[in-house]
């Protein structure tokens, strides 16, 4: 056991615990808040793995604005403070399912792909922005403009939703 | 052993910065908009023009009861002013005042640093909303709403210089720095500058505080050592704009004899920064909330387009 590899099991553990209080606080933006604690861990991870610029796009999308967006979303909406205003819906069972379900999917599909890696710590390749840039932009070019046509959809759906009515 | 020690001591000078100059930047706001207001600002606290006048705020701020409302959630309350301030300080790491004259200097810097800062906004936000107070809520709300209109001008514009420079190190940035960026990179700086307000709520970006209506919007709850660090964390904020609009924009440690006198240069600016940062706040008015969101979305964001698009041009040619 090297020191990363106790500070990997240690971020690890972070994150699943404050996950799990994700789901199960009783507050809705304490919920939101754990989710900060969760993306942090998880950019604490992808640092350990030399995923550099990973972990900075993570910590700048996801906790400074992704969360930023729903503590937005969540305050416009339910505002009391104390407890018990968080929702409890009766899709809970289904919930379950279909979160397991996602799980065992991307865990089979991390499995297949990634299952025998072993990163050698003394001769690390850093995930700078150049070799990653590079990733996207030349071997993996066209699924990654599909996937940009894909967001556009979801903004444009959005935006007509939010308009339907408004004429 | 000679490497730790190194370490500790990069520490230590980051610390003691992180703890002096937003106390210098704070009295010059004190000074600069007295005179501004044709007033002549503190002038008892330590004898000279009161210069010790900051410190003793802070002995007050000190001996004060530390109020938390009953209806507040505690344990959120009192986590906010600490996410607000503790961001700004990890970013000073990456700042650098010369060549080598830097916490650390990581080959994502740039990106780091406005990763890093985007955090301290969720401090607002969580004593706006932990405060249980409605004017703190409506404060957070525009908090929020102001953060997710100028994150994008002002990422957009330091990609301009990043991409002029051909990498993200903020060393590499200011070293790749030409006397020419002043001139054809000037939209950029105006954008970075601008939205770099916005996103400390600084005026004329004052709508989440304006205390006209909202009291003091996130923070009216916030009293003693809390509010202290709040406060603390916006002349850090403006620190941390200034040193970094320095580094990207005006060239961080050139000048005559930038050598041995590098990290005044570097200083030099920064102050100069954050003066015209506190001159902003006496000349203009507090913008409405909807044109401040027009402004990020109609000028700022197409600016900054525009510059990253003639960035890519000149870069390519």
Same mark, same amino acid.
């Given at each position: 056991?090297?020191?990363?590899?106790?500070?990997?099991?240690?971020?690890?553990?972070?994150?699943?615990?404050?996950?799990?209080?994700?789901?199960?606080?009783?507050?809705?933006?304490?919920?939101?808040?754990?989710?900060?604690?969760?993306?942090?861990?998880?950019?604490?991870?992808?640092?350990?793995?030399?995923?550099?610029?990973?972990?900075?796009?993570?910590?700048?999308?996801?906790?400074?604005?992704?969360?930023?967006?729903?503590?937005?979303?969540?305050?416009?909406?339910?505002?009391?403070?104390?407890?018990?205003?968080?929702?409890?819906?009766?899709?809970?069972?289904?919930?379950?399912?279909?979160?397991?379900?996602?799980?065992?999917?991307?865990?089979?599909?991390?499995?297949?792909?990634?299952?025998?890696?072993?990163?050698?710590?003394?001769?690390?390749?850093?995930?700078?922005?150049?070799?990653?840039?590079?990733?996207?932009?030349?071997?993996?070019?066209?699924?990654?403009?599909?996937?940009?046509?894909?967001?556009?959809?979801?903004?444009?759906?959005?935006?007509?939703?939010?308009?339907?009515?408004?004429? | 052993?000679?490497?730790?020690?190194?370490?500790?001591?990069?520490?230590?000078?980051?610390?003691?910065?992180?703890?002096?100059?937003?106390?210098?930047?704070?009295?010059?706001?004190?000074?600069?908009?007295?005179?501004?207001?044709?007033?002549?600002?503190?002038?008892?606290?330590?004898?000279?023009?009161?210069?010790?006048?900051?410190?003793?705020?802070?002995?007050?701020?000190?001996?004060?009861?530390?109020?938390?409302?009953?209806?507040?959630?505690?344990?959120?309350?009192?986590?906010?002013?600490?996410?607000?301030?503790?961001?700004?300080?990890?970013?000073?790491?990456?700042?650098?005042?010369?060549?080598?004259?830097?916490?650390?200097?990581?080959?994502?810097?740039?990106?780091?640093?406005?990763?890093?800062?985007?955090?301290?906004?969720?401090?607002?936000?969580?004593?706006?909303?932990?405060?249980?107070?409605?004017?703190?809520?409506?404060?957070?709300?525009?908090?929020?709403?102001?953060?997710?209109?100028?994150?994008?001008?002002?990422?957009?514009?330091?990609?301009?210089?990043?991409?002029?420079?051909?990498?993200?190190? !903020?060393?590499?940035? %200011?070293?790749?720095?030409?006397?020419?960026?002043? =001139?054809? /990179? @000037?939209?950029?700086?105006? $954008?970075? +500058?601008?939205?770099?307000?916005?996103?400390?709520?600084?005026?004329?970006?004052?709508?989440?505080?304006?205390?006209?209506?909202?009291?003091?919007?996130?923070?009216?709850?916030?009293?003693?050592?809390?509010?202290?660090?709040?406060?603390?964390?916006?002349?850090?904020?403006?620190?941390?704009?200034?040193?970094?609009?320095?580094?990207?924009?005006?060239?961080?440690?050139?000048?005559?004899?930038?050598?041995?006198?590098?990290?005044?240069?570097?200083?030099?600016?920064?102050?100069?920064?954050?003066?015209?940062?506190?001159?902003?706040?006496?000349?203009?008015?507090?913008?409405?909330?909807?044109? !401040?969101?027009?402004? %990020?979305?109609?000028?700022?964001?197409?600016?900054? =387009?525009? /510059? @990253?698009?003639?960035?890519? $041009?000149? +870069?390519?040619?």
């Amino acid at each position: 056991m090297t020191a990363v590899t106790v500070v990997f099991a240690a971020m690890g553990l972070v994150a699943l615990v404050s996950a799990f209080l994700v789901v199960t606080s009783d507050q809705i933006i304490h919920a939101a808040l754990w989710l900060v604690v969760t993306l942090g861990a998880v950019a604490g991870l992808y640092v350990l793995l030399a995923a550099e610029l990973v972990a900075w796009v993570q910590v700048l999308i996801y906790m400074g604005s992704v969360v930023v967006l729903l503590l937005f979303a969540l305050m416009l909406t339910r505002t009391p403070t104390g407890p018990g205003s968080a929702t409890v819906t009766r899709n809970q069972p289904l919930a379950t399912v279909v979160a397991g379900a996602t799980t065992v999917a991307l865990g089979a599909v991390m499995w297949a792909g990634f299952g025998g890696e072993v990163i050698d710590e003394d001769e690390v390749r850093v995930g700078t922005a150049a070799r990653l840039g590079d990733a996207i932009f030349r071997t993996w070019v066209l699924p990654f403009e599909v996937l940009s046509v894909v967001l556009l959809a979801a903004l444009v759906g959005a935006i007509v939703l939010t308009r339907r009515g408004e004429r | 052993m000679g490497e730790v020690l190194e370490i500790a001591l990069r520490c230590l000078v980051v610390l003691a910065a992180f703890l002096v100059l937003p106390l210098l930047i704070g009295q010059i706001e004190h000074k600069t908009m007295a005179h501004m207001q044709s007033r002549v600002g503190p002038m008892y606290a330590g004898g000279f023009h009161g210069w010790a006048q900051l410190i003793a705020d802070g002995v007050k701020f000190v001996q004060k009861e530390d109020v938390t409302p009953r209806a507040a959630d505690r344990t959120v309350f009192a986590l906010a002013p600490a996410v607000a301030l503790v961001p700004y300080l990890v970013v000073l790491f990456v700042i650098p005042l010369g060549p080598s004259m830097v916490g650390a200097d990581l080959d994502l810097g740039l990106f780091f640093a406005l990763a890093v800062m985007s955090i301290g906004v969720l401090g607002s936000l969580m004593g706006g909303w932990a405060s249980a107070n409605k004017y703190s809520l409506i404060g957070g709300l525009r908090v929020a709403s102001q953060l997710m209109s100028y994150e994008l001008p002002m990422v957009l514009s330091a990609v301009s210089v990043a991409m002029m420079a051909g990498t993200l190190s !903020l060393v590499g940035i %200011a070293e790749a720095w030409q006397w020419s960026w002043l =001139l054809w /990179q @000037l939209p950029a700086l105006v $954008v970075f +500058v601008t939205a770099g307000l916005a996103e400390l709520q600084r005026p004329p970006f004052d709508m989440p505080i304006a205390d006209a209506e909202l009291v003091l919007g996130p923070y009216t709850e916030y009293g003693g050592m809390r509010f202290a660090m709040f406060l603390l964390a916006e002349y850090a904020g403006i620190l941390v704009l200034a040193a970094l609009t320095t580094t990207l924009f005006l060239g961080g440690w050139r000048g005559p004899s930038s050598e041995e006198l590098g990290w005044l240069w570097a200083l030099t600016k920064t102050m100069v920064v954050a003066f015209f940062v506190v001159w902003f706040r006496v000349a203009w008015p507090r913008m409405r909330e909807d044109q !401040l969101n027009a402004l %990020a979305w109609k000028a700022l964001v197409p600016v900054a =387009l525009g /510059q @990253l698009a003639l960035t890519t $041009v000149v +870069v390519l040619a």
